[in-house]
């Protein structure tokens, strides 16, 4: 079954250190992977997306995630965090094809120590 | 650009009550759109989507039902809100493989 897992619930760094977010999958092909977040009471925001090729990818707000198809991962990284950075982020995983259904994980909390 | 609205923002409504969300995407047309309900620490649960009017496809069974009876109009309804029907519901609208979220309706059954 196609699943996505996000191992930390809630993460906690200091503002300016370096961050990583884990996502593992099960996926029976080549996934579609993305990031989203989410700001307290908002909808998600899309951060970054793989569809093929350069296995790293940047995204937006300085965020870059690895795709390990060995690893079934797609760990998202920042070098130096921002206080306003702290918020949900969630992974995804999805087919192409005409409906695009997307599997979430549950998400990981981020809290910024100023 | 594009843009997909919601409505009402909160909403609260007690046991046994009806409900209506309504979601609205502009600068489209055709699009593939979502339903998804979040749950405190349970992600985002797919509940339906459409690829075009009057298509609904339901992912798991549930009180709740979904009509699209225009191009950009996707609607989600109940006739009987349960307590266990609390949660954020988020629309989303797809575009290069890629969704897009509305800003979500925090729904609380009292």
């Known amino acids: 079954a196609q699943s996505v897992t996000q191992p930390d619930i809630h993460i906690t760094v200091s503002e300016g250190a370096s961050l990583e977010l884990r996502c593992n999958y099960s996926?029976?092909?080549?996934?579609?992977l993305f990031w989203y977040v989410q700001s307290p009471g908002q909808g998600l925001q899309l951060l970054l997306k793989?569809?093929?090729?350069?296995?790293l990818v940047q995204g937006i707000k300085g965020f870059e995630a690895e795709f390990k198809r060995s690893q079934s991962s797609f760990n998202l990284r920042k070098p130096s965090v921002h206080w306003s950075d702290a918020a949900e982020y969630f992974c995804?995983?999805?087919?192409?094809?005409?409906?695009?259904?997307?599997?979430f994980g549950k998400g990981t909390k981020l809290s910024v120590k100023p | 650009s594009q843009t997909i609205h919601q409505w009402p923002a909160t909403l609260v409504q007690p046991v046994g009550s009806p409900l209506s969300l309504e979601c609205t995407v502009e600068?489209?047309?055709?699009?593939?759109l979502y339903w998804y309900r979040q749950a405190a620490g349970r992600g985002l649960q797919l509940l339906f989507y459409?690829?075009?009017?009057?298509?609904i496809s339901s992912e798991v069974p549930q009180n709740l039902s979904a009509s699209r009876p225009q191009d950009r109009q996707f609607i989600l309804s109940s006739k009987k809100l349960l307590l266990s029907d609390s949660g954020f519901y988020l629309c989303?609208?797809?575009?290069?493989?890629?969704?897009?979220f509305g800003p979500g309706t925090r729904l609380t059954v009292t």
């Open positions: 989303a609208w797809r575009e290069d493989g890629k969704q897009y």
């Open positions: 996926y029976g092909a080549t996934p579609y």
């Open positions: 793989y569809f093929s090729g350069d296995t």
């Open positions: 995804a995983v999805g087919a192409q094809g005409s409906q695009g259904n997307l599997i």
């Open positions: 600068g489209t047309s055709n699009p593939n």
């Open positions: 459409s690829v075009g009017i009057g298509q």
